[in-house]
């Protein structure tokens, strides 16, 4: 029987270890994250990281402007939150309206506040292998890896997908545990036969149904990082059918989505560390 690798599971840990940190600390990190408009999915994402913070006891708002907001009085907020001694950690809940320049926004946060891990300062030393925040999915998705005793070192690693957010960071973080590390995306001829090859295989694309079960190698380590509405499911890129083939999976839902947030506050509570202490 393949394992069931709950994200839910290993997102308690990350809190229980967080809890404990915490209370050492004589500080309360703090964590602004600010939202322009009123998208639906933004505004559960906004409110889902604010509460999980305040659960864990940080000093967290969602700072939530007007659609309408400029680029100036956006960049005008991140340079105060910036030299707020007082604030640890600020996220810009993406994707911004199309008057704002998203990586100009992401740009202006200073790397040491920079929770999500999106600013080219690092993602350089993300690749360069140094004191980095990490994106959080890519993240979480390690922890899960680490949780379950998957080894990492020379295996064929494939990740299909490579978005700055999710595919890129974390074939870097693969590298960094010594895994053969391949790409895949919309223009690779042939997917089934590199994702075949994978010992791990990760799926970060959008769409459902991207791996059938005949992609799969038997005894492969799968990770469904994608969230698709099929009616009223939430289904991953992943068929289901291809569990049975694995020795070890993440469902969806339970899998990777709960590990994004707690990265997020295990980020924040780095960050404050690393500018405090
Ligand atoms: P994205 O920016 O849209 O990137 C999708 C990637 O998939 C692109 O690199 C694209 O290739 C590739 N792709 C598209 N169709 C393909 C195909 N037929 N075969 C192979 N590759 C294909 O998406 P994202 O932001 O990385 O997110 C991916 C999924 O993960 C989404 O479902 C998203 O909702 C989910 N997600 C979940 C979490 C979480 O916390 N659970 C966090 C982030 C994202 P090209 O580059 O060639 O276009």
């Known amino acids: 029987m393949p394992t069931r ?3 839910h599971e290993v997102a ?3 809190y229980a270890e967080l809890r404990e940190e915490l209370s050492s600390l004589a500080y309360t990190p703090a964590l602004r994250v600010v939202r322009l408009g ?13 509460k999980r913070a305040k659960e864990l006891g940080l000093d967290s708002r969602v700072l939530a402007l007007p659609e309408e907001t400029t680029q100036e009085e956006l960049l005008d907020l991140i340079a105060s939150l910036n ?6 950690g600020i996220l810009v809940q993406l994707p911004l309206p199309s008057h704002v320049d998203a990586d100009l926004v992401i740009e202006s946060i200073a790397p040491e506040k920079d929770v999500d891990g999106f600013h080219p300062f690092n993602v350089g030393r993300l690749w360069t292998g140094g004191k980095a925040l990490r994106p959080c999915t890519p993240a979480g998705i390690l922890r ?3 949780h379950f ?3 990492l070192e020379g295996k064929e690693a494939v990740v299909v997908g490579r ?3 999710v595919g890129k960071p974390l074939a870097a973080l693969l590298l960094g545990r010594n895994a053969t590390v391949t790409v895949a995306h919309s223009r690779t001829r042939d997917l089934g036969a590199v994702t075949r090859r994978a010992d791990v295989l990760i799926a970060a694309v959008g769409r ?6 005949d992609m799969v190698r038997d005894g492969a380590v799968l990770v469904d990082v994608g969230v698709n509405r099929v009616g009223d499911k939430l289904v991953g890129d992943i068929e289901p059918a291809a569990w049975d083939k694995s020795s070890a999976y993440t469902p969806v839902p339970g899998g990777v989505g709960p590990m994004t947030v707690a990265m997020l506050l295990a980020n924040t509570v780095q960050a404050a560390r690393w500018r405090r202490e």
């Open 5 to 7: 690798m709950s994200g």
């Open 12 to 14: 308690k840990s990350v």
């Open 38 to 50: 009123e998208d639906p999915a933004s505004v559960s994402y906004t409110r889902l990281k604010d």
């Open 83 to 88: 030299s707020d001694e007082d604030i640890d």
């Open 144 to 146: 899960i890896l680490d």
């Open 149 to 151: 005793d998957i080894d």
């Open 163 to 165: 978005s700055n957010i």
């Open 208 to 213: 459902p149904g991207t791996i059938t079960p």
